[in-house]
């Protein structure tokens, strides 16, 4: 009866949505790239029609990044009155999100927002090359079946950002302002609204039936709304090479390297990004002092592919080197009456898979199809009630990347442990097979097959091809020993994130959200 219910809201609820009275809207962003094209939409002396300005909104959305932008353009596309707060609303400049991996490109499409990507030098993605000890192997994207312009993209943030707000702002529904958001209003358990400081530093507070977070990984509003865990495993060093090419074109490159892994990847037509990781157990060195450059030139440089050595080299002597720390948190949310979290506010990974935006993406594709049968969203407890089956339909897309993205940042890093270090020569020579070895796991880590079961097998036939190399070659008691610790150290990795994924909504999210969505929205 449920799914009876949603199949036909979300066929029928489109049509329900008539914008009626949008009479005075002619506005147009007139400023370039970099400055903010939207403050057209911030004061009646830039182009807000008055009664715009005062309508309340269905949905107060707090950010304007990848997850905040491309959530409003969804909501206002389905005739929701939205409402964006957004810190900064010029364009951002930041070392990682750079990477959109082919899965959610095909969230892109799937929300209208594919031409977000168009005109701003982006570089398509049709793999990966892998690294280790001298040698190399090529992971080709399983794209045989799709169109031909479906693949990964790399660009710069800031720019992608910049056409999302473009995008939504384009909407007559959607109103972005630039502001700084300092608390959740709540009245006895139920979120109405925010209060927020404007550009000119005045004190307002606006309500919606229902606040959505997206104010990226360094929330201050989370901590209400979810059990915010936040672990940092390392840091990137972040540098942009320059008059160089790849040695494998449109091909993001991983170099397991020691301590941990450095990534390379096209962002524009004559830029190269690369990420450093540092982990978290080693001091990170200083860059005011000489110490980060000499890292790089005597750590770092050595173990990178030669055909980058130079410009690797004359990007740290330019000295543009920055640092980001790496973020992970698990989605533990508390579910709160008028308020839902989204994007890195809510739940963060590893960003060694690039998968941050294509689990947002995801994310905005599966709250669109919950919220369109949905007319009225003023009952905040019954929304909030049918709204905790988001959090286990989000979860074969989302525990498959979080859980990849944590596992395979431990085996591809260094280990002082034989077994470790065995399972990480194991997964090199495992994916360099080709096929359905390589195939498979990268079809898990772009997106294209989010299959929790699918990461699991692959994840546990690594250990057993190593175990089978080591013990069917020459057997040996040392030999079966290191075998029977590769498996505990497959375990010891993977288990304890799947624990906090959530077993039974990872793997059985019909049946979970059959239990969570009432029937009676």
């Known amino acids: 009866m449920e799914s009876e219910y949603l199949m036909g809201g979300i066929m029928a609820s489109l049509l329900g949505f008539v914008l009626l009275y949008r009479l005075t809207a002619k506005k147009k962003a007139t400023t370039s790239r970099g400055v903010a094209r939207y403050e057209k939409l911030e004061s009646s002396e830039n182009g807000i029609d008055q009664a715009e300005k005062d309508e309340k909104p269905d949905v107060i959305i707090v950010g304007a990044g990848v997850a905040g932008s491309a959530l409003a353009y969804t ?60 040698r190399s192997t090529k992971l080709s994207y399983p794209l045989q079946s799709f169109d031909s312009n479906v693949s990964g993209r790399s660009f710069h943030n800031g720019r992608f950002i910049q056409r999302m707000r473009e995008k939504a702002a384009s909407l007559t529904n959607v109103r972005l302002e630039q502001g700084t958001v300092t608390s959740l209003l709540e009245a006895n358990g139920t979120i109405k609204g925010v209060q927020y400081k404007t550009k000119t530093g005045q004190e307002l507070a606006a309500s919606a039936p229902l606040t959505i977070v997206c104010d990226g990984c360094f929330s201050n509003l989370r901590r209400s709304l979810c059990n915010a865990k936040v672990e940092i495993p390392s840091c990137f060093v972040a540098l942009i090479l320059e008059n160089c090419e790849l040695p494998y074109q449109n091909h993001g490159h991983v170099i397991l390297a020691d301590p941990s892994p450095i990534l390379f990847y096209r962002i524009s037509s004559s830029e190269i990004r690369c990420l450093v990781d540092i982990p978290v157990s080693q001091k990170l060195p200083s860059i005011s002092n000489g110490e980060m450059a000499n890292y790089l030139k005597s750590i770092v440089a050595p173990q990178i592919p030669h055909e980058l050595f130079d410009a690797f080299i004359s990007a740290i002597n ?16 508390h579910p709160t009456p008028g308020a839902l979290l989204l994007g890195d506010a809510f739940n963060m990974r590893h960003p060694l898979t690039g998968g941050g935006m294509t689990v947002a993406l995801s994310d905005i594709v599966v709250l669109r199809n919950l919220l369109r049968p949905l007319h009225d969203l003023s009952d905040a407890s019954g929304l909030c009630e049918y709204l905790k089956s988001f959090y286990t339909l989000r979860k074969p897309v989302a525990s498959t990347i979080n859980t990849l993205a944590g596992a395979l940042y431990k085996v591809f890093s260094a280990s002082h442990d034989p077994a470790q270090d065995e399972m990480r020569r194991a997964c090199f020579d495992y994916l360099s097979l080709g096929g359905v070895f390589s195939s498979g796991p990268i079809a898990l880590l772009s997106g294209l097959n989010p299959q929790p079961l699918s990461l699991v097998m692959h994840f546990f036939a690594v250990a057993v091809y190593g175990v089978g190399r080591l013990v069917f070659t020459l057997p040996s008691a040392k030999r079966i020993w290191m075998g029977a610790r590769m498996i505990s150290v497959a375990s010891r990795i993977i288990f304890p994130i799947i624990r906090v994924e959530g077993a039974q909504h990872m793997f059985f999210p019909k049946v979970m959200a059959k239990y969570c969505r009432p029937l009676a929205l």
Do not use: W
Not at 87 to 94: A, V
């Open 75 to 134: 909501l206002g596309k389905d005739g929701r009155n939205v409402h964006v707060i957004e810190r900064d609303l010029t364009e951002p400049d930041r070392i990682v999100g750079e990477l959109l991996q082919p899965g959610g490109y095909l969230k892109l499409i799937e929300l209208g927002l594919q031409d977000c990507v168009e005109d701003i030098d982006a570089q398509q993605v049709f793999g990966y090359a892998l690294y280790k000890g001298g």
């Open 318 to 333: 330019k000295g543009n080197i920055r640092t980001m720390p790496n973020r992970s948190m698990p989605a533990a949310p």
